[in-house]
């Protein structure tokens, strides 16, 4: 059978976040985060699920790793939780929280597996958030000293470093939608969040380069495929804003661009920036944010598609594009996500040719199905197994038109709390008995360690 050979030291990995994963959310001096306050507030997480215990990988991490290795990972993309480091999320540190993370990444080490460490995955400290949260300049400030403490006494080990992840998702899915912690519906105020998150990672890169020399610095976004429901002015300007929104008004900035003035002007348009605009912007920002960094973390899930449903339809063009038919097979049970592979390599490319990142990854892929064991204790999660062939296909494309892609980090190693969806969605190659415990690995897992062992995916028929 034909296959499609990666690059030699190509990463291949798994991820998960702290607060999905870990459990033990008040043990060993670790203090409230934000989204501890978030589940525990009635009605926010479907079926009233918290990640009190999660997949409570805290008391289980040695077995987790155990299974890493069966499967042969070669990266494992974890994060820390700030409140477990910092319980108020400055000032005194927590000496057991940096050392259970210390035994993590040895054993990691040990096992050959090489850590790639996120700094912040959403899970703030409660404490900081009543005094702004990241809302106020300050926290991120504070910020910094939590990479600081973290980069000093890890950075020996860990040469992978994110600093933020999905920052568009925290600022707006938290502080303007108001789904994830910490609940707010204020759009200026998500703007002066997604500035402060922005500015804490320039700030926080040589910090982490002073304390871990040898490191690659870098920071994940989520960038899903974007397009236009059809070729009219209509569609594209919903395009122009939605797409812009969510992923230019990160990225430009990183890159040297500042925020893109069409959409400086769409936000005052519609209230989510004041007639003076920028007011929250101080002077050196912008060369703060875009301190060089040495790779792009891109998180990717699905294609959507841009309409403006505002506008009559004799007066717009129909739509000219389509989405696949509503099978189990091209959509996920996630959110009614579409499986588009495609999306992956027009994205990649786009990120390549726009903003020429050093070198990228995929820090985050994968698909939610809910498949359980049989009779016999197996898990034939097949449409994953479909997911996970054809994403990286589109990945190996990318490759071969020369985007510098280095390594690919499957969302997730385990079942875990989908934040607001609770428990009903998994996405892990691993899957988990939420009342015991239990690990079985998933055929997806056992299929996977065959891609690594062989650095090589089959070249499937096209008709498949």
Not at 121 to 147: C, I, K, M, N
Request: net charge negative.
């Amino acid at each position: 059978m034909t296959k499609a050979v990666f690059p030699v030291d190509f990463l291949w990995g798994a991820a998960t976040a702290a607060y999905q994963v870990e459990g033990a959310w008040a043990e060993d001096g670790k203090g409230e985060s934000i989204w501890d306050r978030f589940a525990h507030t009635p009605g926010n997480i479907l079926n009233g699920d918290s990640g009190d215990v999660a997949s409570d990988h805290f008391h289980r991490w040695q077995e987790d790793i155990s299974l890493m290795k069966s499967i042969g990972l070669k990266g494992y993309r974890l994060s820390l939780s700030w409140p477990r480091i910092l319980p108020n999320g400055r000032g005194a540190v927590n000496q057991k929280g940096l050392d259970f993370y210390s035994r993590l990444i040895d054993s990691l080490l040990e096992a050959g597996i090489t850590p790639m460490v996120t700094l912040f995955h959403w899970d703030l400290p409660q404490a900081l958030q009543d005094e702004g949260g990241f809302a106020a300049r300050s926290t991120g400030e504070a910020f910094v000293e939590y990479a600081d403490v973290a980069t000093r006494f890890l950075g020996d080990r860990v040469k992978h470093w994110i600093t933020h992840n999905e920052p568009s998702v925290f600022a707006y899915v938290g502080h303007s939608i108001g789904h994830h912690a910490p609940g707010l519906k204020d759009p200026y105020c998500a703007l002066r969040v997604a500035h402060h998150l922005l500015l804490s990672h320039g700030w926080s890169v040589p910090v982490i380069r002073a304390n871990s020399p040898a490191a690659k610095v870098g920071i994940a976004v989520n960038v899903n495929y974007n397009q236009p429901a059809s070729p009219s002015s209509y569609d594209y300007k919903v395009w122009q804003h939605r797409f812009g929104m969510w992923s230019r008004w990160f990225l430009d900035p990183l890159y040297g661009r500042q925020y893109p003035p069409d959409l400086v002007e769409f936000a005052i348009k519609t209230h989510q920036l004041p007639a003076a605009g920028l007011d929250f912007v101080h002077a050196g920002d912008f060369e703060a944010i875009e301190t060089p960094t040495d790779f792009l973390g891109v998180n990717y899930y699905t294609r959507q598609l841009s309409r403006d449903h505002s506008v009559p339809a004799e007066q717009n063009l129909p739509p000219t594009v389509f989405q696949a038919p509503k099978n189990d097979h091209d959509w996920q049970e996630m959110e009614d996500w579409e499986a588009y592979p495609d999306g992956l390599f027009n994205v990649l490319t786009w990120l390549n040719f726009e903003y020429q990142p050093a070198s990228m990854y995929v820090t985050e892929n994968g698909a939610s199905w809910s498949d359980g064991p049989d009779e016999s204790g197996r898990l034939k999660d097949t449409r994953r197994i479909s997911f996970l062939q054809r994403h990286f296909e589109a990945a190996h494309r990318a490759i071969q038109l020369g985007v510098p892609l280095k390594g690919y980090l499957v969302w997730s190693l385990m079942d875990n709390l989908e934040w607001g969806h609770g428990f009903s969605q998994r996405f892990g190659l691993i899957w988990v008995d939420f009342k015991n415990g239990q690990r079985i690995l998933k055929d997806s897992a056992l299929w996977y360690k065959d891609v690594i062992a062989g650095n090589a995916i089959p070249i499937l028929p096209s008709d498949t």
